[in-house]
């Protein structure tokens, strides 16, 4: 039986699926459900109150975007990430959130500046409280207002996906070793560019913070014993 916290109230008119598929997301990257578990349909489908057409559609969205991996006739079953998938994914997030920075610089609006000042404000004062999972919530609001921005449909789905993966790796090992002395100095250079429209600048330094922040995670990896 699949126990969770949280509990599932659906919204009207926002598709069920979409629903069933944000609310897994957020489970699994607060680490409400363990590596390896099993998702029953039976259970999410007493607790959700819907049928099965639903859940096998979310679990194939789960499936593409790297949270779970589907076993024919054998279930459903949360994925584990390691460093190959951390290897993999942050050198590409660190060349592709540069591109969508820089191209975000000819459309961001005054209205999106805001956002992302609201969203670092957030952040500044969750790392005061040293709340890891309010920090990392802001953190991705914040990237997601100027990747968003970059009106490049098909960059954005890539990034987000890719995102997903790495945020539920953040969420999953507790990060709290984050240096928030970095890394809010770092956040509020990168909104100093966007205002001041220096693409070079910003362009290398989206890339240089993703790519640090990739050999912190590998450190963890190490200091914790994981492959």
Not at 15 to 32: K, N, R, S, W
Not at 118 to 128: F, K, W
Request: aromatic content about 10%; charged content about 30%.
């Amino acid at each position: 039986m699949i126990l969770l916290e949280k509990e599932f109230r659906p919204q009207y008119p926002i598709l069920l699926v979409d629903q069933i598929v944000d609310f897994l997301t957020d489970v699994i990257i607060e680490g409400g459900l363990r590596d390896g578990q099993r998702l029953v349909e039976n259970d999410l489908q007493r607790r959700f109150r819907v049928s099965r057409a639903p859940i096998r559609e979310a679990f194939r969205i789960l499936e593409k975007n790297g949270l779970v991996y589907i076993i024919p006739r054998k279930g459903t079953f949360i994925r584990k990430i390691g460093r190959k998938d951390i290897e993999e994914i942050f050198p590409i997030l660190a060349y592709l959130e540069s591109l969508a920075a820089r191209t975000a610089i000819l459309h961001i609006t005054s209205v999106e500046i805001e956002k992302m000042e609201l969203a670092l404000s957030n952040m500044a004062e969750a790392a005061e409280g040293n709340d890891t999972k309010a920090y990392l919530r802001y953190h991705l609001e914040y990237h997601k207002v100027f990747i968003r921005s970059c009106k490049n449909d098909a960059l954005i789905e890539i990034i987000e996906r890719l995102r997903r993966q790495a945020i539920w790796f953040r969420f999953s090992f507790l990060y709290v070793e984050e240096s928030f002395d970095y890394s809010i100095p770092v956040h509020r250079k990168i909104l100093d560019l966007f205002i001041r429209k220096d693409a070079d600048q910003l362009e290398a330094l989206v890339k240089e913070h993703m790519l640090t922040a990739l050999g912190r995670f590998i450190r963890l990896l190490e200091a914790r014993g994981h492959e």
